[in-house]
């Protein structure tokens, strides 16, 4: 799935091509100048011989005029910016690329994109050439993202996110063993990356042993497994034996093939192996988060097996050669400073060594007048930066600044203490209209209106007449007071 560029307003790069074609096809059918005449005076007079600026500058005109703006897509690689806020980067696709250069008042159109090598992205722009160095290039006027899948932009994300950890830090990596005798391999066991690790390594150095933890190296579940096969090789060495290095090892395939080994659960089992670490996954154009956690990276599980095999008769060989190269070295080195030593004892300074001295003495003087002419313009600019400061710190002056802050101040008081005394009579409105609800629903005012309460002898209020027993004693309470009443017949309430 492809994440929907934010750039709506670049919605049709294709047609836009189009037409730029249709700009070459009508230039191209242009009818040449007229150019007999100039080439039969060539002839007469000989061949016009153009210099390196001249050509360039008609290649340059050419591109510019044949070809002009134009869309194009591919992916960012080598990319830099400058401290001047220009861009610089290589388009490329799988057989060619380009220069592109995007210039920081164009950039700051598309700050929203984040420009990083790997990211597809579609460009219009202008071909052109860069005189100085003779090499074309494209100046990019548009740049929109062609879209990144959701598990590239996951990757993207958590290589951020580890990377800002020092986990990938060159200075955290241990060096691997330059002859390691015990190795530990993290890996499937039917998988052809087992085979071509063991066939390289057994070829190379037969004496090599070889410590295989089993896993899954795809489908959910596998990161764990690989995490706790390396922590195990790390730390359960009563059961497996120590080992000198740890390589985690899997064969090509798709992102999503390789995804487990792009698990923060597997980075930081590396990270925190005391032995290092060795990562072959996937083939050479393969990355993953397992590579760059590693200690080392090796392009396949066959070029892990060669750089930890050492071949001894490839190491004699490379001896025999830096002996010779060394040889060579010191014969050169001898020879040079023979030559030298005679090129001394014939140079003038021994000869006429007061010449030289007059020589020296003319360049000093003539370094201390440009010296001194360099100072003199130095101090002058410093001046002129000195007033300009100088005028804007009076416009900045803190008792202007003071005073600014001042009537903000009071103005803001006086909103305040406005603001302070409308909310307490709105709360005083609010407590009066309370009070009064209070006040209206209270049991006194319920009794002033001519309402009782009935008690019986236990003080338990009466509320209908089946809770009376016939001559009960009863208590009843008026607003001003209350009376003690015997109960003598109960009446229906069909008689009121």
């Not at 007079?45 to 500058?57: C, D, M, N």
């Amino acid at each position: 799935m492809k994440e929907q560029t934010e750039l709506s307003f670049f919605s049709e790069p294709q047609q836009l091509g189009t037409r730029v074609e249709n700009k070459v096809v009508a230039k191209k059918n242009r009818k040449p100048k007229e150019e007999n005449s100039d080439f039969s005076s060539s002839l007469a007079t000989g061949p016009k011989v153009l210099t390196v600026t001249e050509l360039t500058r008609r290649v340059a005109a050419l591109l510019e005029g044949e070809i002009g703006e134009v869309w194009i897509e591919g992916e960012i690689s080598n990319y830099r910016r400058q401290a001047s806020g220009h861009h610089y980067f290589t388009l490329k696709d799988a057989q060619s690329q380009i220069a592109c250069v995007l210039f920081a008042r164009t950039a700051a159109a598309f700050s929203s994109l984040k420009l990083a090598d790997g990211l597809a992205v579609q460009i219009q722009g202008s071909v052109t050439v860069y005189q100085p160095r003779g090499q074309y290039q494209l100046m990019v006027r548009v740049i929109q993202p062609r879209g990144v899948g959701v598990l590239q932009a996951k990757f993207e994300a958590l290589k951020q996110k580890l990377a800002a950890e020092g986990l990938f830090d060159p200075e955290r990596k241990r060096p691997l063993p330059r002859f390691p005798q015990r190795i530990g391999i993290v890996t499937s066991p039917t998988g052809a990356a087992i085979a071509d690790f063991l066939n390289v390594l057994h070829r190379r150095h037969p004496g090599l042993q070889v410590v295989i933890s089993p896993v899954r190296v795809q489908g959910r579940g596998a990161a764990e497994e690989i995490a706790r096969a390396i922590e195990e090789f790390s730390d359960d060495i009563s059961k497996i034996g120590d080992v000198d290095v740890i390589v985690v090892a899997r064969g090509g395939g798709s992102l999503e093939d390789l995804w487990e080994f792009n698990e923060e659960r597997v980075a930081r089992a590396i990270v925190a192996s005391r032995i290092p670490v060795m990562s072959a996954v996937g083939h050479e154009i393969d990355f993953t988060i397992c590579d760059f956690a590693a200690d080392l990276r090796a392009p396949t599980p066959s070029a892990a097996a060669e750089l930890l095999a050492a071949d001894g008769a490839n190491l004699l060989e490379s001896a025999k050669l830096f002996v010779k190269r060394l040889q060579r070295e010191v014969f050169l080195r001898q020879t040079h400073l023979l030559h030298r030593w005679e090129q001394t004892q014939n140079a003038s300074l021994f000869r006429e060594p007061e010449r030289r001295c007059w020589e020296v003495q003319q360049q000093l003087d003539s370094s201390a007048r440009v010296l001194e002419t360099t100072l003199r313009y130095r101090l002058e600019q410093s001046r002129a930066v000195w007033k300009t400061m100088a005028s804007q710190l009076r416009r900045h002056h803190p008792e202007l600044l003071f005073q600014q802050v001042s009537q903000q101040t009071k103005t803001l008081e006086r909103q305040l203490n406005q603001q302070l005394l409308h909310q307490q009579h709105r709360v005083q409105s609010q407590y009066e209209r309370l009070r009064a609800s209070l006040t209206a629903m209270s049991p006194e005012s319920t009794l002033a209106r001519g309402f009782t309460i009935t008690r019986n002898q236990k003080g338990k209020v009466i509320s209908s007449a089946m809770q009376v027993q016939h001559h009960e004693l009863l208590s009843i309470q008026f607003a001003d007071g209350s009376i003690e009443a015997v109960a003598e017949e109960k009446v229906a309430s069909s008689e009121f």
